[in-house]
C-alpha cells in the first residue's frame, strides 16, 4: 500500500496527534537517514512521520543527510510527501500563517544533490520546471482553507545554506530575484523527490520578517511565538488534509 510521510521541520520533530504503531530505522545505500521513520495513524490513515532535523533536532540545514531521508521514504512504499517547513518572510505576509510554495530557487552549495552521476548509477536530467507536485499542492490548500488558517497559495521559496540567518542584504538579492520567503532545507529535498518520481509539496510556516524587513533585528523569541502558533496551524491542518490525500493516493485528480 502506498503511504504519505510527512517530514517534519523546526518546531514539528513529532506529532502530538499521531497514533504511533512502530518505529523502524532505513538502512540506504546513502547512509542513515535523520531518524527511525515513524509509523502511525493520524486522522485514521496510516502515515509516515520522519523528522528532518532529527529527534532532537540537533542536525543542522546543511549537515541533513538529505538523499538517505527521501531513500528511505521511497523504500517503505511512500507515494507522497508532505514537506513543513518553517520560513523567514520577503514579501508581506502574516506571522505563523502557511504559504504552499509553486517554484524555488537553489542557493545552497556543498550539498549532495543528486542520486544520478557517479560510480553507480548513470547520469540523467530530469525535467524541474515545476518543482512541487500540483495535485498535492491543491489539495493542501483546499485543506487549509477548510480549516480556515491564513492561506497564501503560490509563492517563490530561496533556499539558503544556513545555518546561519541571511544579511540585509542578501535578502535584497533574494528579493530581486522574485523570491517571496526563504529557508535553508528547501532544497535539496525537492529535487531529489523529483528524482525519485514521489510527489512532493511543502507548507512552509512564516515565523519572521527576513532580514531588513523590520526595523527590529531579528528574534529568537518571536520565532519561536510564530514557530508554536504556526505549527498548531500545521497539525490543524494535516488533520483535515491527511484523509483526503490518503485516500486519492491510488486516484487520479478531478
Known sequence: MALVAIIGGSGLTNLKNLEITRREMIRTPYGEPSAPMVFGSLGNQNVVFLPRHGPGHTIPPHEINYRANLWALKEVGVAKVIAVASVGTITDLPPASVLFPDQIIDYTYGRKHTFFGGENRQVRHIDFTHPYCEELRQRLIKAARQANLIVTDHG??????????????????????????????????????????????????????????SEREISLKEIEHNLHQGMQNVRTLLEHAIPYVVRDVHTPPE
Not at 544556513?162 to 530581486?176: K, M, N, S, V, W
Open 156 to 213: 517563490t521559496y530561496a533556499a539558503t545554506q544556513g545555518p546561519r540567518f541571511e544579511t540585509a542584504a542578501e535578502i535584497r538579492r533574494l528579493e530581486r530575484d522574485g523570491a517571496d520567503i526563504v529557508g535553508m532545507t528547501g532544497m535539496p529535498e525537492a529535487s531529489l523527490a523529483k528524482e525519485l518520481e514521489l510527489c512532493y509539496a511543502t507548507i512552509a510556516v512564516a515565523v519572521n520578517p527576513a532580514a531588513g524587513k
